[in-house]
Structure formats: C-alpha cells, structure tokens
C-alpha cells in the first residue's frame, strides 16, 4: 500500500483515544521489546510514557550505540536562493514578507564553497526558496557541478520535484534529499500553506518517495514541530520514514524533528514543544527506528543539543547560517534569515564538544565517483 493509503487509516480522533488507553504496564513492555508495532510507538509518545524517559533514554542509547557507534556526522547547509513563491505562514522567506531577496552567482558559490570546503566539512546541504523562474533545476545543477569538486556528499533541500528533475540532479552529483511535510495533518496543512505550489499535499508527500525511485541514496523527511499537536505529527512522520525504509531497503532514510523558531513576520498561532517533549520524541523515534539517522538542528541551543546527542542523534549541523551567502558575503551583503539560530558554534567548536564527550566527528563518510 502507498503511503497515502497508510495515512488514510488513522484519524486524529482515534489517535487521541489511543494515547490516551496507554497504560504504564504496557510502556514497560515495549521498551523492552526487539521490534516495534505502530501501535507501540503511540504508547511511546503517549502522555502516560513522560514518567519512563529514563527507561527510554537507557534503550536509546544502547541502539545508538549498536547501530551507529559513538559517532556524530557534521554538514553546513549553504542557502543559494531565497526568492520563493510560496506563502507558509510560519516562514520568513514567504513571498509577502518584505526581505530581501538574493540568489547567489555561480562565482558566489565557489567562495562559500571554498569557505566551507576550508573548515575541513565534505558533507553539505543546498537549500533554495521554492521558485522555478529564480532558481530553477538547471540553476540548481550548475551549483551542484561547481560544489561537487568541494564536497564528497552534497544534499539538496528545495520544493518538490519530480522524479526525472530528482534524476537528472542524481546525474549531476547529489546523493541527498532532505524534504520535510512539515505537518501531515491535511487541515492544519491547508491552513498554513495559503498560497503556491506547496499547497499541493500529495505531491509534497510523495517527493521523498520519488527521489528515492530516481536512485538517491539518502532521504530525510521531517515536520515543523508547533504547528500541530506533537504526538500525532511525530506519529505520522515515522511512519513516514518506516514505510520509506521497508520499501527502498538500501536506501539511508532519516528524519528531523525542527521546532517553529522566530522568524521575520507575524505567525503567532504556534503549539509549545517544551525541551522534555523533544527529547521524548528523540528516544521514541531512536527506539522504533534503530536503523534512521537523526538530525538535530542548530534552532536548538547549544546546551541541549549537546544534552540529546547520546540518545539517539546521528548527524548535527555546524557553522549554520539560513542566510542567502551567509557564510562569506559581509554584513551589508547580508541578506535576512529564514528563521534564527541558537547554536552559533563553529566547525571547530564543535569538533571540539565532540571529542570531548568522547564521540567521533565524521566529516566524509561518502565517496561519489
Ligand atoms: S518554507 Fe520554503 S516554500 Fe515555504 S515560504 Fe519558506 S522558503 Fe518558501
């Protein structure tokens, strides 16, 4: 069955009945458990779970552990456009909002490239607003052909595309693609998604899966946590990932769990994810998901971070910035961010942090040829 289909079984209402039938027996239970159901990651999430973090932070761990080791992989992410048609109420680059807008030259590109190539990272993250006229697959693929001699893994994170547009980015030298549904309710999708092509639910569910039958080799889908109740849109985004795993099975799938951050514009109307939420969603999705790598942003600080990297986190970003040429134009150059960041520490720093809490930073774990 499609994924839509799986989506189509469940219901808000039904959900909220589940989380709340959960009881502390049954917790104990499946965080003892080899493999886990869908029904079982409810209980994880469920309200109910919160007194047995512990017991799950235990369980995390030692299947971080296993499946992973004691290592953390470091990317940038290199913003080239931020001209978008869209109108995602929670967004700073929206079309409506009065930033400035930017697109960066292919010269551009190479100095960010050198720049970021420089602090020693092969691995890294292109992201664009969603407009076809002002960064189109042809713009995108010219920068992927002047990044590839940089970088030895680069990831695209831009509006969806099709399958063959997916292929020929393949062909260029992408092996990532990072495409969030930011919330899968499809009324509370509606809602915050008022205007532009990413008002298309279903096209936007299905990219990952379409990158995925064009040949990349890792996905990663994620919601925006805050735009809906937490424990139903984490519930939906790893089974997301889980139904993306047992279909494309040598396929890397991971997933990110972003929280809303301030932003330029007005959008108010956000649910609270506190910091014990998110790290209950951590060991949830670590627990059924042993073999997905975890994101964790640079929206959280620093501290936190640092706190939530033995439970299950496999990949963290280092020297952000989500300004168009952030990482080398000057201040006057500078262009306003898509939303701001916490962890302002560089490659370096965190290398550092790393070592210290005895991890391993890897900064190439992929060879394109
Ligand atoms: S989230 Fe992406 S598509 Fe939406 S307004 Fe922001 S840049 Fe555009």
Not at 6 to 31: G, H, M, P, R
Not at 85 to 112: D, P
Not at 253 to 263: A, D, E, L, N, W
Request: proline share 3%.
């Amino acid at each position: 069955m499609e994924f839509r289909g799986i989506l189509k079984q469940y219901n808000a209402q039904d959900l909220k009945n589940k989380f709340n039938a959960v009881s502390a027996e049954k917790i104990k239970t499946i965080i003892s458990k080899d493999k886990l159901e869908s029904d079982d990651l409810l209980v994880l999430l469920s309200p109910q779970a919160e007194p047995y973090l512990e017991l799950m932070a235990q369980k995390a761990n030692q299947l971080t552990v296993q499946y992973f080791g004691k290592v953390i992989q470091l990317y940038t992410p290199l913003y080239l456009s931020n001209y978008c048609i869209n109108s995602c109420a929670y967004c700073g680059f929206k079309a409506e909002n009065s930033s400035q807008r930017k697109k960066l030259s292919l010269s551009e590109v190479k100095k960010e490239a050198e720049f970021i190539s420089a602090t020693g990272l092969k691995h890294i993250l292109i992201l664009t607003g969603d407009s076809r006229q002002m960064s189109p697959v042809s713009y995108i693929q010219q920068c992927v052909e002047i990044l590839k001699d940089y970088f030895s893994s680069i990831a695209i994170e831009t509006y969806a595309l099709s399958q063959e547009e997916y292929a020929q980015l393949i062909r260029a030298g992408i092996d990532g693609v990072t495409i969030y549904q930011e919330v899968y309710d499809r009324a509370v999708y509606a809602k915050v998604h008022l205007n532009g092509p990413k008002k298309d639910y279903d096209f936007r569910l299905d990219a990952a899966q379409r990158a995925l039958f064009a040949g990349i080799r890792t996905a990663n889908v994620g919601v925006l946590l805050g735009l809906n109740n937490w424990r139903e849109e984490v519930f939906f985004m790893a089974m997301h990932a889980g139904y993306l795993q047992e279909k494309f099975l040598s396929a890397e799938i991971g997933v990110s769990v972003p929280r809303i951050k301030p932003h330029l514009g007005d959008f108010a109307d956000i649910i609270p994810v506190s910091d014990k939420n998110l790290t209950q969603i951590i060991l949830a999705l670590r627990i059924f998901l042993p073999r997905a790598g975890i994101n964790l942003s640079t929206r959280e600080t620093a501290k936190l971070r640092d706190d939530l990297l033995a439970l299950g986190i496999t990949r963290i970003s280092a020297g952000s910035t989500t300004a168009v040429g952030g990482h080398t134009l000057n201040y006057e150059q500078n262009q306003d961010e898509q939303f701001q960041i916490s962890d302002k520490r560089d490659v370096a720093q965190i290398k550092q942090m790393l070592q210290q809490k005895q991890y391993q930073p890897v900064l190439k774990d992929w060879l394109r040829w």
